[in-house]
């Protein structure tokens, strides 16, 4: 566990185009970088081009730093040396750890290997100073929820296809914009009117892909480009929040913070300030300096893993291009307080108020961080969609609670009360086995849930599935599939004995439903994340 003594770091970053060095200096909490961008002439981001540039500024970074910290601090300035070990692009990372061994071995000092992505979280938790919070990292190549359990970080919800601030890129490649283009959306969009374009959330999963070819196509359609990035960013940032609110409500947290390059972004702080806001729950972001990619934060991580013993031996300090957060043993972080959660009246949802009698009212409110608009459709949609869902799985034969009205201009549901309390509070293996075979059961009649957690499963002296708003039709077993893959996340992500859950439901699954929604969810589990 971490301990106060003060101590001094060089940190080195260079996954992707920022050849960076750092020192932090813990006694006065301040932190100097020196960064080299590699901006290139065309195109997006050359991997063998951005390894040139680290060859060329990786040393005169390091040196500067160097210089500044003799100056400030005396002759032999630090106690440790923390580079990023990954994830990111191997040539990179190779000169990374080829200069990181190179000063540690010059000063005698040791090595401390940092995850990039866990860099990306600490830094908004050591300066917001809060003990437990959700992470939204928004970056280039990245787009995923954190929260902390039992030692290490978890990863809620991520995208299923590519990194948001390479998703924003692609597109203006596309319309003839430098890289980043990230900023560059940003400042159209302020003189653009709002375009529909297609919204994809699945539990706590989301995914670009379909919106950035809507977007393309609008582009090549004659829509003034204003109007797409306005689209592109009302869409793509609502989506960001709404995952990050579902994770606050799912681990009980009141504490966000974001980081990343696309952090920098204006109207995602606005969004998720409100967001927060409406729901009473704390947000930090930290300074610009620190969400684009930055030694500082590798330093200042390295100070916690150093205090608490997690340094590297040179035989070991290989670099990993595709180093998950969830892989990192966390050493420097105090064990968590168990919350434990009150019988409550009134339960703010992820999406809705509801208020729990013999009756249960759901109102699915308005949403200040969304474009009018979007907030109406998505609204209106999803109280429409759980009326009828839940009323068809009932039909199914799956347990459900009854709709005693519905009034789609208050957006407004009233059920049937189900259950003594959620699956999340009394999480058996039985109980489980029977949500994968309802699964099996909707999915058969061609219903796809769309967030089945142990939040949204009541029991009682039957296993009720509530919360069917993000459901919809399909028979596609990719859908299907993409609801077992929310499951047996949401399991590991939330219980300590998640994964024996998880296989528990997948064997029931296997029991009842079809053995190609079980080969598609292995492929899904195979998807490199990290592209
Ligand atoms: C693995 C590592 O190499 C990678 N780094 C990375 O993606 O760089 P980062 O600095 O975190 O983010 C860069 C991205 O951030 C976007 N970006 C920068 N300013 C932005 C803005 N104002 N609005 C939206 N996106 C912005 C850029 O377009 C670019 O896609 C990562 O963290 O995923
Ligand atoms: N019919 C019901 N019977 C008993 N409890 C219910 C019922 N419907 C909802 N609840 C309780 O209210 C909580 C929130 O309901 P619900 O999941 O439908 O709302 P939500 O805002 O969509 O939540 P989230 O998106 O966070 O899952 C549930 O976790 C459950 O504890
Ligand atoms: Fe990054």
């Known amino acids: ?18 050849a960076s060095a750092a020192v932090y200096d813990s006694a006065s909490d301040s932190v100097e970088i020196e960064t080299e961008a590699y901006l ?59 200069s990181a061994r ?71 490649r596309h319309v003839g914009w430098s890289h980043p283009g990230g900023p560059k959306v940003e400042e159209a969009a302020e003189d653009g009117e709002y375009v529909e374009l297609p919204y994809v959330v699945k539990g706590m ?87 684009r990619d930055n030694a500082g934060m590798i330093a200042v ?21 595709n180093f998950r957060p969830d892989e990192v043993e966390v050493t420097w972080r105090p064990p968590e307080a168990t919350v434990t959660r009150e019988r409550e009246e009134f339960v703010q949802g992820a999406e809705s108020a509801v208020t729990l009698g013999d009756s249960v009212e759901k109102h699915r409110h308005s949403r200040a961080y969304r474009h009018p608009e979007l907030d109406e459709r998505l609204r209106r949609e999803r109280t429409r969609q759980e009326a009828r869902l839940l009323h068809e799985a009932r039909r199914q034969g799956v347990s459900t609670p009854l709709v005693r009205d519905i009034d789609t201009s208050e957006m407004r549901l009233t059920l049937q009360h189900v259950g003594r309390c959620d699956l999340q509070d009394d999480l058996t293996s039985e109980r489980v086995e029977t949500v994968a075979e309802q699964l099996a059961r909707l999915h058969e009649a061609g219903l796809v849930h769309g967030d089945p957690t142990p939040r949204n499963v009541r029991v009682g002296d039957r296993v009720s599935l509530i919360d069917f708003g993000l ?17 047996l996340g949401s399991l590991e992500s939330t219980d300590g004995d998640g994964e024996r859950l998880g296989e528990a439901a997948v064997e029931a699954y296997r029991r009842v439903g079809d053995e190609a929604v079980l080969e598609q969810l292995r492929e899904i589990a195979g998807r490199g994340r990290y592209q």
């Open 40 to 98: 290139p002439d065309s195109g997006g981001l050359h991997p063998r081009e951005a390894a040139e540039h680290m060859a060329d500024h990786l040393p005169e970074v390091i040196e500067r730093i160097i210089e500044y910290a003799r100056e400030e601090y005396g002759p032999e300035p630090f106690d440790c040396v923390a580079f990023s070990r990954g994830p990111g692009l191997g040539p990179c990372l190779r000169l990374v750890g080829t």
């Open 301 to 321: 991580l390295g100070a916690k893993m150093f205090r608490a013993g997690q340094t590297v031996p040179v035989a070991e300090s290989g670099i990993d291009s």
């Open 471 to 487: 459901g919809y039709d399909s028979n596609d077993p990719e859908d299907h599939a993409m609801d077992l893959h929310v499951l």
């Open 205 to 291: 999963d989301f995914s670009f892909s379909g919106i950035m070819s809507a977007a393309k196509q609008e582009y090549d359609d004659g829509t003034p480009v204003e109007d797409v990035c306005c689209g592109l960013q009302e869409t793509i940032f609502a989506m960001l929040t709404e995952v990050s609110e579902r994770a606050l409500a799912l681990t009980g947290s009141e504490e966000l913070v974001l980081g990343g390059g696309v952090g920098q972004n204006e109207r995602l702080r606005e969004m998720l300030t409100s967001m927060c806001e409406q729901r009473g729950a704390s947000f930090f972001v930290p300074e610009n300096r620190f969400l």
């Open 102 to 172: 190179a000063v540690a071995q010059r000063f005698d000092l040791p090595l401390v290997g940092v995850n990039h992505m866990v860099a990306h979280l600490e830094i908004g938790r050591h300066f917001a100073g809060f003990d437990a919070p959700v992470c939204l990292n928004a970056s280039g190549a990245n787009a995923h929820l954190l929260g902390y359990r039992a030692g290490r970080y978890r990863v809620l919800g991520e995208t299923m296809d590519t990194g948001v601030g390479n998703a924003i890129d692609k597109f203006t």
């Open 1 to 18: 566990m971490e301990t106060d003594s003060d101590v001094r770091v060089l940190g080195i970053e260079g996954t992707a185009w920022a």
